[in-house]
Nanobody
Framework: QLQLVESGGGLVQPGGSLRLSCAAS????????IGWFRQAPGKEREGVSC????????NYTDSVKVRFTISRDNAKNTVYLQMNSLESEDTAVYYC????????????????????WGQGTQVTVSS
């Protein structure tokens, strides 16, 4: 059964760090681009970061560049999102998803081009 499971969310103070994990089962994660998305209350879903199928090339939305790092551990079939210097604006439910298409060395942050979403993990940045 194809499944994506996020973990690692929680409550953190501004300036703190969290590492989110996206564990895949039922398929080989390195065969697809994987994206991280987030949705805050009352806001639209936003693409945060993705990692390409070939070469593990990352892509980030401007607001998280420098602060967030996406990576992939093929042996564990898991994608990570290291989040540093967290801000209150980062508060949201974070989801990972698998690219709908068989792309090469790039990935996109358009949610409608992803399928097989995880259940989400809550990240709250507050003092």
């Amino acid at each position: 059964q194809l499944q994506l499971v996020e973990s690692g969310g929680g409550l953190v103070q501004p300036g703190g760090s969290l590492r989110l994990s996206c564990a895949a089962s039922g398929f080989t994660l390195e065969d697809y681009a994987i994206g991280w998305f987030r949705q805050a209350p009352g806001k639209e879903r936003e693409g945060v970061s993705c990692i390409s199928r070939l070469g593990g090339i990352p892509n980030y939305t401007d607001s998280v560049k420098v602060r967030f790092t996406i990576s992939r551990d093929n042996a564990k079939n898991t994608v990570y999102l290291q989040m540093n210097s967290l801000e209150s604006e980062d508060t949201a439910v974070y989801y990972c998803a698998r690219d709908r298409y068989y792309r090469g060395s790039y990935c996109v942050l358009r949610g409608n081009e992803y399928e097989y979403w995880g259940q989400g993990t809550q990240v709250t940045v507050s003092s």
